[in-house]
């Protein structure tokens, strides 16, 4: 067959095509080089605003001026696994401090509540104090947000980055007052969702007249473990543990069904930071929790560390002494090796013990502490990057009794006491006029006490009250050690007293207060009121944390979150 020449018109239209493609190729190229470029501008100038939208006052805070080394109360270098830890200053700044609690690196202008996590390239995924999922590089700069589809829905107590790079954070729908588990890729785009509503009659603790039936406060993607390695479905890594506190119970989910495989619930006490000990550790496929003890489940006051073999629901190695306790919060997390670092966050301390429960590492901040993270000494470039820090062991200084959790010596707990107005001040009262605790003294307390006539209630009726208030250690009479009477003509219906109560150091006394009221009214005693009874110890806690340093925009939300999770009344 003779070809098909081409002459010098078909060549041109050729030529033309070309010409006609590129052009068109490269005006595509213009418009998404365009269209990107605007893009990044609107991302940088959101983000911008929402940094501004917080406007943390670092004077709040006391960061210029911050030295948090006299707050390690013993390290030994010997038998501590060491590395840096994570801390949220305050509970709201993160920041990272050596073994001898000496800043290494901070946040200072980043504002944070519940949780923050440090991935292995130095980024830090934060809950925000303005309810949003940010994500931050090591110089403090905001990379990304996320803000959850329905604005009265709020992030609380958890974050983690899954395998596959997406962000699983717990949720709470206002709605229903429940929890939720919600799956973003770094996109913004939802891809899984889990709604505890879809699975009310699978638990069999689930409250229904509870105003918060759920309150989750953990989760966890399951490591490769030996469970499922020998055929148990339930425990393909990847799943996902949770801890819900108000139903008692410890849970995976299936992440492909999305179904409740696996749940454990015997003898837990409003728990917390549920986890899977990974392969290679001593106890791997343990599940690993912080029982609290809240309703005294475990025994009066008293928190365990706990580990239980998930097949069997046996406890093969639990932590506990009669100076450790937190009634809410706290977590555990286990180190390379046999040691785990536990923070008693109601308690006041973070402690590195070992398997035989040997504290090897305690530190004491002037405020509560909150869900650390510890992190190897070359967890991200930037820490490896850094010299190895000096440490140095160091002794408890004065009293080197073992350290006396603060929950221990509280008189009234969470949810034992409400919150009212009396003498034109928010106050915390106890519920009756007439009960009694059980506590543990430490070295050095002092307690103050209010009470007195609530005058707004009294609306001018006459009342006469006798206050009085006990302790008894039961080796000796129990001591009176505040005796008032009081009427609307006292020179000061409501009082306060400070009291030192050194002698009863480490002494498990029996507290009580007790009044005796006549009045014009039907029930006198709605007239009268006792304050929380506060003892505090100087010897075991630096110093004392002013009682506002936040910004008012960061109280709201705070407050907002704490009321809506039940923490305030």
């Known amino acids: 067959m003779k070809a098909e020449s081409r002459g010098p018109t078909g060549g041109r239209t050729v030529l033309r095509r070309v010409a006609l493609f590129a052009v068109a190729a490269a005006v595509i190229t213009l418009v998404l080089v365009q269209a990107k470029a605007r893009a990044e501008r609107m991302l940088k100038a959101e983000l911008a605003a929402i940094e501004e939208a917080i406007q943390p006052d670092d004077r709040l805070l006391g960061l210029p001026d911050l030295d948090p080394t006299s707050w390690v109360r013993q390290y030994r270098p010997d038998a501590s696994v060491g590395g840096y830890t994570l801390i949220l200053y305050k509970r709201r700044v993160p920041m990272i401090i050596d073994m001898n609690s000496r800043i290494v690196h901070l946040w200072p202008k980043v504002r944070a509540v519940g949780r923050v996590r440090l991935d292995r390239r130095g980024n830090l995924a934060v809950i925000g104090t303005d309810n949003l999922i940010k994500l931050y590089d090591w110089d403090g700069k905001l990379m990304w947000y996320y803000r959850l589809p329905v604005e009265e829905d709020f992030p609380h107590h958890d974050l983690i980055q899954l395998a596959n790079g997406d962000y699983l954070v717990l949720a709470r729908d206002r709605a229903t007052r429940t929890g939720y588990l919600h799956e973003v890729d770094r996109k913004g785009r939802v891809v899984w969702m889990w709604r505890s509503t879809d699975h009310v009659d699978e638990f069999p603790t689930w409250d229904r007249d509870r105003k918060d039936p759920t309150h989750f406060n953990s989760i966890h993607e399951l490591p490769p473990n030996r469970w499922f390695e020998s055929g148990d479905e339930r425990f393909r890594p990847g799943n996902i543990l949770v801890s819900a506190r108000h139903l008692n119970t410890v849970f995976i989910i299936d992440k492909r069904s999305s179904e409740v495989v696996w749940q454990f619930s015997k003898d837990l006490d409003y728990q917390h930071e549920a986890s899977m000990v990974p392969e290679g550790e001593p106890g791997a496929g343990r599940i690993l929790l912080f029982n609290n003890g809240h309703r005294n489940r475990n025994g009066y006051r008293r928190s365990l560390v706990q580990a239980i073999d998930p097949i069997s629901g046996e406890v093969e190695w639990e932590?506990?002494?009669?100076?450790?306790?937190?009634?809410?919060?706290?977590?555990?997390?286990?180190?390379?090796?046999?040691?785990?670092?536990?923070?008693?966050?109601?308690?006041?301390?973070?402690?590195?013990?070992?398997?035989?429960?040997?504290?090897?590492?305690?530190?004491?901040?002037?405020?509560?502490?909150?869900?650390?993270?510890?992190?190897?000494?070359?967890?991200?470039?930037?820490?490896?990057?850094?010299?190895?820090?000096?440490?140095?062991?160091?002794?408890?200084?004065?009293?080197?009794?073992?350290?006396?959790?603060v929950d221990l010596y509280t008189f009234a707990l969470t949810e034992e006491f409400v919150s009212r107005s009396v003498a034109g001040h928010s106050r915390r009262l106890l519920r009756t006029d007439n009960e009694c605790r059980e506590v543990l003294m430490p070295p050095g307390a002092e307690m103050w006490v209010e009470f007195g006539i609530d005058e707004q209630r009294l609306r001018g009726r006459w009342v006469e009250a006798r206050f009085r208030l006990t302790v008894d250690d039961g080796e000796n009479p129990p001591e009176t050690i505040l005796e008032r009477t009081l009427n609307p003509e006292s020179e000061s219906p409501w009082r306060g007293r400070n009291m030192r109560l050194w002698r009863f150091a480490y002494k498990r006394v029996t507290m009580c207060v007790a009044t005796e009221v006549e009045g014009e009214m039907e029930n006198p005693l709605d007239m009268v009121a006792w304050g929380n009874p506060r003892v505090s110890s100087p010897v075991q806690r630096p110093y004392e944390e002013p009682t506002e340093t936040v910004t008012e925009q960061e109280r709201k939300l705070r407050e907002q979150q704490l009321r809506a999770l039940g923490y305030v009344q």
């Open 319 to 405: 932590y506990g002494s009669r100076f450790f306790f937190s009634s809410i919060a706290g977590t555990v997390q286990k180190l390379p090796g046999t040691n785990y670092v536990i923070v008693s966050s109601h308690g006041g301390r973070i402690f590195e013990i070992t398997a035989a429960g040997e504290i090897v590492w305690e530190w004491v901040p002037p405020y509560l502490p909150i869900r650390p993270q510890r992190l190897p000494y070359d967890h991200c470039p930037q820490l490896a990057a850094l010299p190895r820090p000096v440490e140095t062991g160091v002794q408890v200084q004065g009293d080197v009794r073992p350290f006396v959790d």
